[in-house]
């Protein structure tokens, strides 16, 4: 065995993938989910603009 055939083998590459034929339901399915993403990310922009909701946390005794 020579040191060229040591170790691990290469993969072979996996052939690209053909670009899917969309039909209507496909192309407003993704159109819809990208609104609602959209419509998430302009809802956590709001959210980090404020501070947290609750303050308190943990609630602790006096007693130790």
């Known amino acids: 065995m020579s040191g060229r055939e040591g170790g691990k083998k290469k ?3 996996a052939p690209k993938k053909d670009a899917k034929d969309l039909d209507e339901d496909d192309m407003a399915f993704k159109l819809k989910q990208k609104e609602q993403q959209k419509a998430i990310d302009a809802a ?4 980090s603009k404020k501070g947290p909701l609750v303050g308190g946390g943990i609630k602790k005794s006096g007693k130790k």
């Open 44 to 47: 956590k922009a709001n959210a």
């Open 11 to 13: 993969p072979l590459k």
